[in-house]
C-alpha cells in the first residue's frame, strides 16, 4: 500500500533552535497534506493544510510564522517548528492522499529542553 | 465532514470479539466511514472503509446500519497487540477534505 515516510522520529533540541520536519510519499504524488499535532493522551488536532506550490492553509490559533511549511515537490513536505519551547513538546504527524482515503506518516516525537 | 460519536473506552478479553460502535448521524450520501486506530506513539493505522454495504478484510469486519447512522467496527479475535485508539471518521473522498478527530475508544484487550 502507499507509504508516507516520517522522519525524523523523534527530536530534542534546544529552547530557541528550530527543528525540521520531513514527510514524504513513497509511491505517489501528493498534491496536498496534512500536518497534526497530538499531546499527551489527547486526539490529533489538524495544524495546516500543505498545498503544492502554494501557502499552506493554518488553522485557526496556529502561528504560521512559529511552523513554517514548505511543500516545494508532489512527494515532500516540510514544517519547520522555528525558535523552539518547551512548550511546543508533542508528536507531529502528516498524513496524505494516495487514493482511496488517508496514510499517515509514523510520527515525530519532538521535545524541547 | 460529519461528525462521530464514540465510546471512551472498552475491554475486551484475549480471543474476544471486540464490537466497537461509532454514531455518526449527520453523515451525508457520498461520505464514507473510516476506521483508523492509533497504537502508543505511531501515526494512525488504516484498517477499513465503506459506503453503506458491510465490509470485511484480513483485521476487521464493518457493519453499517441501513440508514448509515451508525456502524460498528468488528474485531473478531483480539490480541493484546491490538491494544490501541480507534478512531472512526466520515470522509468525503472526492475532496481533499481535512480530517477532523473525535476523541476516539481506546480498546484495552486483557488477559
Known amino acids: 500500500g502507499a507509504v508516507v515516510s516520517q522522519h525524523p522520529s523523534w527530536v530534542i533540541c534546544k529552547s530557541g533552535t528550530s527543528v525540521k520536519i520531513e514527510c514524504r510519499s513513497l509511491?505517489?504524488?501528493?498534491?496536498?497534506m496534512f500536518w497534526y499535532r497530538q499531546f499527551p493522551k489527547q486526539s490529533l488536532m489538524l495544524m495546516a493544510t500543505?498545498?503544492?506550490?502554494?501557502?499552506?492553509?493554518?488553522e485557526q490559533g496556529v502561528e504560521k510564522d512559529k511552523f513554517l511549511i514548505n511543500h516545494a515537490s508532489l512527494t515532500l513536505s516540510t514544517l519547520t517548528v522555528t525558535s523552539a519551547h518547551p512548550e511546543d513538546s508533542s508528536f507531529y504527524i502528516c498524513?496524505?492522499?494516495?487514493?482511496?482515503?488517508?496514510?499517515f506518516g509514523s510520527g515525530t516525537r519532538l521535545t524541547v529542553v | 465532514d460529519a461528525k462521530t460519536t464514540q465510546p471512551t473506552s472498552m475491554d475486551c478479553a484475549e480471543g474476544r470479539a471486540a464490537n466497537l460502535p461509532c454514531n455518526h448521524s449527520t453523515i451525508s450520501g457520498n461520505e464514507y466511514v473510516y476506521w483508523y486506530r492509533q497504537i502508543h506513539s505511531q501515526g494512525p493505522q488504516y484498517i477499513i472503509h465503506?459506503?453503506?454495504n458491510n465490509e470485511t478484510n484480513e483485521m476487521a469486519s464493518l457493519i453499517i446500519t441501513e440508514d448509515r447512522k451508525s456502524s460498528t467496527l468488528i474485531l473478531p479475535h483480539a490480541t493484546l497487540r491490538d491494544t490501541a485508539v480507534y478512531y472512526c471518521i466520515v470522509i468525503d473522498t472526492g475532496t481533499a477534505s481535512k480530517l477532523t478527530f473525535g476523541t476516539g475508544t481506546r480498546l484495552q484487550v486483557t488477559l
Open positions: 500543505s498545498n503544492e506550490g502554494s501557502k499552506a492553509t493554518y
Open positions: 509511491d505517489f504524488q501528493a498534491t496536498t
Open positions: 498524513s496524505a492522499i494516495p487514493g482511496d482515503g488517508y496514510t
Open positions: 465503506g459506503l453503506k
